[in-house]
């Protein structure tokens, strides 16, 4: 859980050409030219009691991929065929060095059964998967602050059958239990960088920006917080308001809790920090304690803040948001308001930032 612990208010970060751009980076390496990256570390960032597997994982790129905070990587799973020297075995054919084997077939004479994926893209027989995109976790200089690595937070998709109740390897998630499994030296096929949506706006340097996330949604704020707090930039001094809501399971779910708790510590007037633990907090009526209920409790101050100009993001599991939507809608209906005109309005002024998944 610890990753990188936030030991000083402002760390000197290069280099500074990385400021230039008035444009962000778009797409410079695409799916049929991807960039070869290097895996540098890989660590699970979640305690024993955490519902799944999330890891934190930094890749190399040189300084070659640049991006700014809030966009994504691609990442193109390599595809798993027969291993030459034992054939009841499946590797990845595409990695520099065959280090993992994934699994053994079960194997008798009348049949031989695959439960791992193939490689293969289900639409189109033959052809690789397609690219998985993930939300950066970091600044644009990385968590080395050099520039030259960026990093992902990747939950380890697990399918388990409903009926027998064990996993279904032939269902798991193929990139992120390839992510997971990676170790440091592993080659990465990388697209991008990505997405405009939820870039951090800058041209106010006091403004409030209200980030809500589910579990690895949490990724891109991470990257405007560190930004924000830990970075010396000479041409970013935020002073104004960040304040993050973060819904998870229970305490060894929470991600980079050190890190958010360290800028509580360090700049209490500028950060604030709510958590939604679903399994060990009650709302108001006595249910789960879900991110919307956070946002409930707080909604007059939100809402007050929206109408002085506040950014509001949503990153995550595409069903947070219907009970986020529904919420705010029943907010506004007590305030008087119209939620679909207030939401209109929000989209128009650009306060209005949603990525799901």
């Keep these: 859980m610890s990753v990188q612990q936030v030991s000083k208010p402002k760390v000197a970060v290069s280099p500074l050409e990385l400021e ?4 962000p980076p778009l797409n410079t390496y695409k799916p049929k030219d991807p960039y070869t990256a290097i895996i540098a570390s890989v660590e699970r960032i979640v305690g024993p009691k955490a519902p799944g597997e999330t890891c ?3 890749i190399d790129h040189g300084g070659n991929v640049p991006y700014w905070e809030g966009q994504s990587y691609g990442v193109i799973p390599p595809v798993l065929g027969p291993c030459p020297s034992d054939p009841l075995r499946w590797m990845y054919l595409d990695r520099h060095i065959v280090l ?13 059964i695959l439960p791992v994926d193939t490689g293969e893209n289900p639409k189109k027989p033959g052809a690789p998967h397609n690219v998985r995109l993930y939300s950066i976790a970091s600044s644009r200089y990385g968590d080395s602050f050099d520039g030259k690595t960026t990093s992902l937070c990747v ?17 798991n998630g193929v990139c992120s239990n390839y992510l997971c499994d990676s ?9 991008g960088p990505s997405g405009k949506i939820m870039l951090l706006p800058e041209d106010d340097e006091n403004a409030t920006h209200i980030m809500i996330a589910t579990g690895t949604g949490v990724a891109p704020y991470r990257g405007y917080l560190r930004r924000m707090f830990m970075e010396a930039v000479p041409t970013f001094k935020f002073n104004g308001l960040a304040w993050l809501f973060l819904g998870v399971a229970n305490t060894d779910s929470l991600l980079y809790d050190d890190e958010f708790t360290k800028y509580l ?6 950060f604030r920090y709510d958590r939604a633990l679903s399994r060990e907090q009650k709302n108001k009526n006595g249910g789960k304690m ?14 007050r803040l929206l109408d002085g100009g506040a950014h509001i993001y949503f990153c995550g599991l595409k069903g947070m948001m219907p009970g986020i939507q529904d ?4 907010v506004a209906e007590q305030r008087g308001e119209s939620w679909e005109e207030k939401l209109a309005q929000l989209k128009r002024n650009k306060q209005w930032h949603v990525e799901v998944y």
């Design 155 to 171: 939950r380890r998709a697990v399918y388990y059958d409903p009926e027998t109740g064990k996993e279904d390897l032939s269902k």
């Design 183 to 191: 170790k440091p030296g592993d080659k990465i096929k990388i697209t």
């Design 327 to 330: 919420t705010l809608k029943r």
């Design 100 to 112: 993992l084997i994934v699994i053994e077939l079960d194997y008798d004479a009348e049949t031989t």
């Design 265 to 270: 510590q360090d700049y209490p007037d500028n």
């Design 20 to 23: 230039d751009a008035k444009e």
């Design 290 to 303: 879900y991110v919307q209920d956070k946002i409930e409790e707080y909604s007059d101050e939100i809402f």
């Design 56 to 58: 934190h994982i930094v």
